[in-house]
């Protein structure tokens, strides 16, 4: 029952924080597991969608090389259902988000409190012929990021990256900042200044991936030694090294991949370069990678997670 559920216990014992500190400065972080397989939500949740039927994304042949054998000849109505889950496990967290917001109006310290709301990570709901998140795809990367610091709402739709919430936060309650943080506050952006840095970036080592996005391309690298992980494996031969660029303005779905066609080699050479930088200057190893090497090599070696006895790990 939902009084008795997991989510249901987090927002209470954040609500039980909240109104034992309401009266001094305080901190408190709610992390819910839903949305996420297996799609929890509690009884009174069951059949919500039932008799919804939802749509299919379109896909591309690209796709198929990447579909993991779990995926392959899934009935359509399993599909239809994985999908009714996932939107009911939505709701199901929604309502427990709405009861911490609604005891911080009945406190009176909604307008004095910053609430950021963010998930890690979104989902492939049939999109490129999948149903989990392990990809760089739109669908995967993107995930909510609301932030609300007394009255009033805009929408702003400048690229940001979650490294970038612990700065905000800091920022915006007039802390110090963390030293060595990765990330800027997005208070600027917040207030209506132009955004520094368009490009945001992100990796999936587990996968031997990365990606670099500017709002309008998308660079996708792999080093593609082996077959997909975490149980998504595809039963297909290793790729080996991939370069992926998608025109996100031509192509949203990102079905058609435009790094071998001419006109392109000035974007996909731009935003390989500003993956190599951004590794060069965040990979904990990257005086140990030889500037020296090809681009190829270099960007495997970043994007490849290490094992014991690696002689990058010496």
């Known amino acids: 029952p939902f009084d008795h559920s997991q989510a249901t216990f987090v ?10 500190n309401k009266d001094q400065p305080t901190f408190c972080m709610a992390s819910f597991f839903e949305p996420h397989s297996p799609f929890n939500f509690s009884n009174e949740f069951y059949g919500t969608y039932d008799g919804v039927d939802p749509p299919v994304p379109t896909t591309s042949a690209e796709d198929d090389q990447w579909v993991p054998e779990i995926f392959r ?16 496990s939505v709701r199901y967290l929604d309502q427990n988000v709405g009861y911490i917001l609604d005891q911080l109006e009945e406190m009176g310290i909604a307008d004095e409190t910053l609430i950021v709301f963010f998930g890690d990570h979104g989902y492939l709901l049939g999109h490129h012929k999948r149903f989990e998140k392990h990809m760089m795809w739109e669908e995967a990367v993107r995930v909510p990021l609301l932030v609300k610091n007394g009255s009033g709402a805009k929408r702003i739709s400048d690229q940001v990256e979650l490294v970038d919430v612990v700065p905000t936060v800091l920022d915006m309650m007039e802390l110090p900042a963390l030293a060595g943080a990765q990330g800027e506050s997005l208070s600027p952006i917040i207030s209506g200044k132009p955004q520094k840095n368009p490009l945001i970036y992100a990796e999936y080592m587990a996968d031997n991936k990365a990606m670099v996005s500017d709002g309008r391309y998308k660079y996708i690298f792999t080093s593609g030694k082996r077959d997909l992980g975490q149980g998504y494996a595809t039963g297909n031969p ?12 031509k192509d949203p779905t990102e079905g058609r991949d435009m790094s071998e066609e001419l006109n392109y080699q000035p ?48």
């Open 11 to 20: 927002a209470r014992e954040a609500v039980n924080f909240l109104k034992a």
């Open 73 to 88: 000849d899934m009935p359509d109505e399993d599909q239809k259902g994985i999908t009714r889950a996932y939107h009911t």
């Open 238 to 249: 290793p790729t080996g090294v991939l370069h992926r660029l998608y025109d996100m303005e």
């Open 267 to 314: 974007e996909l050479e731009r935003l390989q370069s500003a993956l190599l930088e951004w590794f060069r200057e965040t990979h904990p190893l990257a005086g140990r990678v030889s500037p020296d090497l090809s681009l190829d090599e270099q960007l495997s070696l970043y994007c490849e997670p290490m094992e014991e006895g690696d002689p990058m790990q010496e």
